[in-house]
């Protein structure tokens, strides 16, 4: 059975152990307008999605940080900084170097008076400004960035994973560089309740001749920084579900993340029954949450057991001997390459 075909196989049959859940999360959500905002608060998802749009971005600002509308209003920020710097501040600092200090007394009160230094802090300031400014707006025109999601096991390149984010970009050589996802696993906390402590992706590059350069494994807050370009870990999925089916030989079913609002992550497949090409295909279901373990159904969608990756333990279900042999994840990437 081809990958597509089986995607849809997933998506026809694990639709009614989303859809319970998530008319149930959806109750009073509706959106309703909240204090010092013009955006509805508190609505569904789906909401916002259909009521603020990527394409076409609602005034512009799909990306706050990139449109036009934002570079000119930090433009004549700019302009503004610098011209009054130009007319107010830079007369007033000649004006005070007459005054390096001054001491003298007011009814029964002493003051001091410093010319030169309370001139030039607004100047300081200013000039801060406008660097921060210069700064943000290099990294805006002269970056690459670009995210991907990995299966276990597979290569990608650079140089077709990010995109310029402006008109100042330059790649380099270093955007030939082959990643291999080695391994992508998750560490647990001791308290025995699978609880997530870590996600953690064994990165390798390659150089063109396919030789191992650099080799790191990266978590959420600790990336792969190579030849100017940085990979952090952001997302994490279960790309597929290694099984072995009545002694035969093991083979990959797909996964597919459910849409279930909350927290939850839940991602499931489905092995079919019998005539795949019937209109009313039946087969068991399978949920994970984690790589740690796997739920199953029967063919009328009622709990079997729990089955833990390498364990080798079977579980028959309607007639289906079912091993499961392990789970493949994928890692969500984020590239960044800052001019």
Known sequence: MDSQKHLQLIGQNMQRFSVG??????????????????????????????????????????????????????????????????T?????????????????????????????????????????????????TLNVAGSFKGSISVSQGLNFVIDDVVGPTGFLTFPTEAFNTEIHVNRFYMDYYDSGELQVSEFLTDLSTLDMDGKEVMRKTISVNDPLRYDGITIYQTDWGISALQILKDNERPYNLAMALLQINGDKKPFGTFLPVGDINSLDVKGIS????????IVLYDMAGKFVGVRLPNSKLPIDINGTEIVIVDTIGSSGLDLKAPP
């Open 88 to 136: 107010n501040q830079l007369p007033l600092i000649k004006t005070s170097r007459r005054f390096v200090f001054s001491v003298f007394l007011k009814g029964p009160c002493l003051y001091a008076y410093k010319g030169l230094a309370g001139r030039l802090a607004p100047v300081g300031v200013d000039i801060a400004l406008l660097l921060i400014m210069a700064g943000g």
């Open 286 to 293: 399978m949920l994970a949450r984690d790589l740690q373990s």
């Open 21 to 86: 859940i998530r008319d149930k999360q959806q109750e009073d959500a509706s959106p309703r307008l909240g204090q010092n905002t013009i955006i509805d608060q508190g609505g569904a998802l789906d909401f916002y999605f259909q009521k603020y749009p990527e394409d076409p971005p609602v005034f512009g600002f799909f990306t706050c940080f990139h449109p036009s509308i934002f570079l000119g209003v930090l433009a004549l920020l700019g302009a503004s900084l610098m011209a009054c710097t130009y």
